[in-house]
């Protein structure tokens, strides 16, 4: 059991992992508006809401945002009111405060301009280190994970380690994660993991039987019927 931390931590392991999770991805990824533009501003928008709230609820507002605000200039130029009516769906008043915080402080520390690599993101309203993580996936390429209940419970089941809901701070869940996908497809397996823990990887009742892992997870092989 103790072996497998090591053994994912091999070159040879990880390629064969990420290999048949992204397979996996590739048929069975969820389809979001957000995950097929590279608008950096409306990433950034998406990852905000995306906050607390599931993403089938997020879709729909996402797309009037968009609509409305093709732009950061767009965005500045509207008014509170116009912007809690957008996000109203969403709920969650302080979001909206939020989100108009952020387009002002584009405003006024970035000139409207796009994010550089040097840029600290979390310094932005409304960005964590996970979002932070994501952002930096699809901006600018960065092999880094995005870790959050989900991924630390992916790692945990991969490897057999019990899980809690602090694992997404425990330093080597995080090393493990940070190598598994340290690719040139870093952002696609953060989001075939992220996908993976909806469809089959679940909190409760896992389908271990469907997991394209299931051959090498610790907690899948014990699933499996005698």
Known sequence: VRDMPKKLLQNKDRRRLRAQLLDWFGRYQ????????????????????????????????????????ASPEDACRATAKSFQRVLA???????????????HYLRDHYALRAPEPADDLEALPGVGPYSNALLRNR???????????NVARFICRLTER?????????REVIA???DFVNSPRAADLNLAILDLSALVCK????????????????????????
């Open 176 to 178: 493990l994660a940070n």
């Open 162 to 170: 019990e899980y809690h809901a602090e694992s997404r701070r425990n």
């Open 30 to 69: 969820r389809n979001y508006p957000w995950r097929q533009t590279d608008n950096w501003f409306h990433l950034l928008i998406a990852e905000m809401m995306l906050r607390r709230t599931r993403a089938d609820q997020v879709a729909p507002v996402y797309a009037e945002f968009c609509n409305r605000y």
């Open 89 to 103: 769906p969403l709920g969650l008043e302080w979001r909206a405060r939020q989100l108009r915080d952020t387009v």
């Open 203 to 226: 909190p409760r009742r896992p389908d271990c039987p469907a997991c394209p892992l299931n051959a090498t997870c610790r907690t899948g092989q014990q699933a499996r019927p005698e």
């Open 139 to 149: 901006l600018f390429g960065e092999r880094v994970a995005a870790i959050d209940s």
